[in-house]
């Protein structure tokens, strides 16, 4: 009688290897892909490459028109069959070419599209301008943060009344109700401080 525990054992096995074998296929695919994609955007960003003709069209059909190309032109022209991305990225490419290549000469691992091209240089000008707004802040001087006192002159009993008088009507709160509660806090003051009261006024 066979073991089904070790039956279950082996097609895991089995299984597993299998995906295994079809991951590293996967993987080798990729790599092929993205080689690819890396020569045909060297290819495409060179001096007659796709992209630097067609950026260069819409940069020419942007200054005819005067900012936004019209539709019709791009049908005139042929290139409404390509993407619209693909027509604004090439587009900046043709814009920025100086800062672009530059950057791209930095690179370590190289591009596979404008798309990541675009993607990596708006992350790495967000870091340096964080940096320099970092920077300009440390050159700042420290402002003086012990509060500032300044001399304040005593409260009258008739500026305190003016001032009571106002946040009633401000409040819609009824004086007499104040008045009240003035009274009711008077009572229930000791005979010492009512003499501290007086002092006082």
């Not at 304040?152 to 946040?167: C, M």
Request: contains cysteine; charged residues 30%.
């Amino acid at each position: 009688m066979t073991n089904t525990n070790t039956a279950n054992t082996d097609t895991n096995t089995a299984v597993l290897a299998t995906l295994e074998l079809q991951g590293a296929d996967i993987a080798r695919q990729w790599k092929a892909i993205t080689k690819g994609d890396k020569a045909r955007f060297t290819q495409h960003t060179q001096a007659n490459g796709f992209d630097m003709q067609l950026g260069k069209l819409m940069v020419a059909l942007s200054e005819e028109c005067e900012g936004r190309i019209k539709s019709t032109r791009l049908a005139d022209c042929g290139i409404n069959v390509v993407d619209k991305r693909r027509r604004s990225e090439a587009m900046w490419f043709v814009n920025n070419e100086v800062e672009a290549r530059e950057f791209i000469a930095k690179s370590k691992k190289g591009f596979t599209s404008l798309s990541a091209l675009q993607k990596a240089m708006a992350v790495a000008n967000k870091k340096a301008s964080s940096k320099d707004d970092t920077a300009s802040t440390k050159d700042k001087p420290k402002a003086d943060a012990s509060p500032k006192t300044s001399e304040a002159k005593p409260a009258t009993k008739d500026t305190i009344f003016k001032e009571l008088l106002a946040i009633c009507k401000a409040s819609d709160v009824n004086i007499m109700d104040i008045a009240e509660m003035l009274m009711l806090e008077a009572e229930m003051l000791t005979p010492e401080e009512l003499a501290d009261e007086k002092k006082v006024a």
